[in-house]
């Protein structure tokens, strides 16, 4: 398709409806009325998602350049249930510093009005209220700059773009210590070290937890190193105590690790180029060299610094003895599966612990609402959770306990692990010994980390913007069990032969990029494993046919595709000798979710849009 290309159907926008009403409009409601004249680009997120936060990020460049001209909408849609209450999603707003309109939609009625499938997706919409493109996953921003560039010259032409101020008005600032501070340390000192995410610094307290020692960083975003007062950082997260008394920081925004030195106060960088690593690019080599992917937490571990590689599902570690990082465990499909480090499955790890005896590393596996571990033969086990769509709050034996996407894990001295049950708003208690899963505190704000202290133990609080000490209790609290699964409409498709699809096509001047090989990748498995009688497992063809099984009533279809794609410069030059030798190349991918419900009169086809520029073209 030429850049010019006409588009052959034009598909009326739907409605902008949400029953929790609209953030960063200084309280007012807004129609698609109110943005005609503007190009919109509504992005579908919910606050748990990494790649949905990957997103956000891609925007804000986006979002300056034609700030005048385009309005980004981001509607949320909820996964867990904690994000379906209107104060978390005002929170995270502010937590990840979204920087345009709010549309809160705990009842997924906009995003069943745009047949949305999948958390990120991006739908751009024309000045005249029309849908002329939608993309899931994250790395399209390219491809919708493109086409916000040429909806510019083409409304201005036709006198349909307005140009002027958006709706965007600024929440005032709070004036607290902390802003959703996301973990915490205990140095040698007896202070405390804090990532004070928000705010893009990190604050050492006094022994009592409140008390302002100093900050470190300039409190904007950006990866300077240099003294307290130069250093930059953008949001950063985890915090771990090196060999040598100096602190390793998960700068997660930044997709770096930095090092931060409580003697000198200099931060300097260990890990990272300070770009997002892709699929196909190096998993190894100097630590400088190499793209990391929203490091979330970090924790020293026999001899190396293991990195919960949120970004891309996976465990990595950094090598002080040669200055390499390289992969440790996960293959980038995002789920729960145990067994070899290499094999192993995991959904954005977030919190790291080391067991007292060394013998383990507790991570929080927080899309599975899980808590796993590494033992040292390299071998991944889970003691709680069940996968991507199950989640709750349930005390008892761990094969039957439930969590709902926890962020931290703190090893206490009986062998027993914390943890914070970041959307249960709880501290929870795991036993190895009894195999039981207790409830330590209720009542925090969303707890994402937590230190011991002596008989006491520190809980970042993340929502209440402070550390709250809590005496460990001898006793667990009780509280009245719930499970929840995540509540998506289920299609309805035949038992038998399905017929799954997933649409890409190149953007605007771009073409599939196959010097290397294929270009697309598809792996496809399912919940529970019995549902899938063929068609699992993973190829390059993006077209696929799988057969359901009759006796299993309904399920979940895991599908996780890529495609890379280039600039095709000669099309651009109109001559193969304007070609460049490196074209700038992109990466779309995407994982789906897709709950099913198996009928007779279902359907036999399942289609995915990965990226369609022609997105109304039947």
Request: glycine share 10%.
């Amino acid at each position: 398709m030429s850049d010019s290309a006409p588009r052959r159907v034009r598909v009326r926008a739907p409605e902008l409806i949400g029953k929790g009403g609209w953030l960063n409009t200084g309280g007012r409601p807004y129609g698609l009325a109110d943005l005609r004249g503007r190009i919109v680009i509504l992005d579908f997120w919910t606050f748990c998602c990494i790649n949905c936060l990957h997103v956000l990020d891609e925007l804000r460049e986006l979002e300056d350049k034609h700030r005048d001209t385009m309005v980004v909408i981001g509607v949320h849609s909820p996964k867990f249930v904690h994000e379906a209450e209107h104060r978390a999603v005002v929170d995270a707003v502010e937590r990840y510093g979204v920087g345009h309109p709010v549309l809160d939609d705990p009842e997924l009625a906009t995003w069943r009005q745009y047949a949305v499938r999948a958390w990120p997706t991006l739908v751009v919409i024309d000045p005249e209220g029309y849908v002329v493109a939608q993309h899931a996953g994250e790395g399209h921003v390219h491809a919708i700059e493109r086409l916000v560039t040429e909806l510019e010259a083409e409304h201005e032409a036709k006198g349909t773009l307005r140009r002027g101020d958006g709706p965007y008005v600024a929440p005032e600032p709070e004036p607290t210590v902390l802003r959703f501070p996301g973990k915490a340390l205990l140095l040698p000192s007896g202070n405390f070290l804090v990532s004070d995410t928000t705010r893009h610094q990190l604050v050492e307290l006094a022994a009592d937890g409140e008390t302002v020692v100093r900050r470190i960083g300039q409190g904007s975003r950006g990866a300077t190193d240099g003294d307290p007062d130069r250093a930059r950082f953008q949001e950063p997260q985890g915090l771990a105590l090196l060999p040598d008394g100096a602190v390793a920081v998960a700068d997660t925004v930044n997709h770096l690790i930095r090092r931060f030195d409580p003697e000198t106060g200099r931060t300097t960088t260990l890990a990272g180029t300070g770009f997002q690593w892709m699929q196909g690019e190096a998993t190894s080599g100097p630590a400088r060299d190499v793209k990391l992917s929203s490091p979330w937490d970090v924790a020293w571990w026999n001899d190396r610094l293991w990195i919960a590689m949120a970004g891309v599902h996976q465990l990595w570690a950094y090598d002080p003895a040669d200055g390499t990082v390289s992969v440790t465990a996960g293959t980038t499909n995002e789920g729960l599966v145990d067994g070899p480090a290499t094999e192993a499955w995991f959904a954005q790890p977030s919190g790291l612990a080391v067991s007292r005896d060394g013998e383990r590393l507790w991570l929080a596996d927080s899309e599975t609402s899980a808590l796993r571990w590494v033992d040292v033969e390299g071998i991944v086990h889970t003691a709680v959770g069940t996968g991507l769509f199950d989640f709750g709050h349930r005390d008892g034996a761990a094969e039957q306990a439930l969590l709902q996407h926890p962020l931290g894990v703190t090893a206490l001295p009986d062998g027993s692990v914390a943890v914070s049950d970041t959307y249960n708003h709880a501290l929870r208690r795991y036993d190895p010994a009894t195999g039981e899963v207790t409830t330590l505190a209720t009542d925090l704000r969303e707890p994402s980390d937590a230190v011991l202290v002596g008989d006491d133990i520190l809980v970042v609080e993340s929502a209440r913007h402070r550390l709250t000490r809590l005496r460990l209790p001898e006793e667990a609290v009780r509280v009245e069990a719930v499970a929840h699964r995540t509540q998506r409409a289920a299609t309805e498709v035949a038992p038998g032969k399905l017929q799954l699809d997933v649409i890409f096509e190149a953007p605007a001047g771009q073409k599939l990029d196959t010097r290397y090989g294929p270009s697309t990748r598809l792996l496809v498995s399912s919940t529970p494993p019995e549902l899938l009688l063929a068609g699992e497992g993973a190829d390059t063809d993006l077209a696929r046919i799988l057969e359901l099984n009759p006796a299993v009533p309904e399920g979940v279809l895991h599908v996780s595709a890529m495609a890379a794609s280039c600039d095709d410069t000669a099309a651009n030059s109109g001559s193969a000798a304007g070609a460049n030798e490196y074209p700038a190349c992109h990466v779309h991918q995407q994982d789906w979710g897709v709950p099913v419900r198996l009928v007779e009169t279902g359907t036999p086809r399942l289609p995915l849009v990965l990226a369609g520029m022609d997105a109304q073209t039947p």
